[in-house]
């Protein structure tokens, strides 16, 4: 987390943000912790990949079991009991969960100081992909403004192309002003600011 996001969440602001980068050579994870370390935008794109195939099955089988549970509960075991109760409301938590965990993956491997800006663009498009299916699954005004805002860093990659970058503006903001409307005003500062951005 961004000392930011942090300060936004309570944290005091005298709090010491050091980041444990190493452990004591005698330590017994040492050895996993500097290789995990070594190989982060690795690991990073490796667990990515697991869940987009996670989230690539949910889809599927949400196709499979229907909207509401249809039948009485019976006196058959529980897990049988559980099956039959499934769902697509069910199993939405989870999936919900997945694309936003896709989600952080996406911009975790931005960090990696050797993307490149054709690379960074790549993932932000096939970021835009996943917030795209977390918006439309999800009726949390803050998921909305994930997608929005997935929208905005892949703008900031086309300043050449006026026309693109407005587009993609356009249609963040559409986003941030249904979540505002939700949300009574919260994402206000963030309209103000995307606004000047518009006007430029």
Excluded at 26 to 45: A, F, R, T, W
Excluded at 85 to 111: A, H, M, S, W
Aim: aromatic letters at 6%; hydrophobic letters at 30%.
């Amino acid at each position: 987390d961004t000392k930011e996001k942090l300060l936004d969440e309570g944290v005091d602001e005298d709090h010491d943000f050091t980041v444990v980068r190493e452990l004591p050579e005698n330590h017994p994870l040492s050895k996993l912790h500097d290789e995990i370390i070594k190989n982060e935008s690795k690991y990073v794109v490796e667990l990515r990949n697991m869940l987009i195939k996670c989230n690539t099955l949910l889809e599927d089988f949400s196709l499979e079991i229907p909207d509401e549970i249809t039948s009485e509960k019976n006196d058959e075991d529980e897990d049988e009991e559980n099956i039959q109760n499934l769902n697509k409301q069910n199993i939405v938590p989870l999936r919900l969960e997945i694309l936003r965990t896709i989600g952080d993956y996406f911009l975790k491997e931005l960090d990696n100081e050797n993307t490149d800006e054709k690379t960074m663009e790549s993932i932000l498009k096939q970021n835009g992909v996943y917030m795209s299916k977390l918006y439309q699954l999800s009726e949390s005004p803050d998921d909305w403004v994930i997608y929005s805002e997935s929208l905005i860093q892949l703008s900031a990659l086309n300043e050449d192309n006026k026309k693109v970058q407005d587009k993609l503006l356009k249609k963040a903001m559409k986003l941030l002003q249904k979540a505002n409307r939700v949300s009574n005003g919260k994402y206000d500062d963030f309209i103000e600011s995307l606004e000047e951005d518009l006007a430029e």
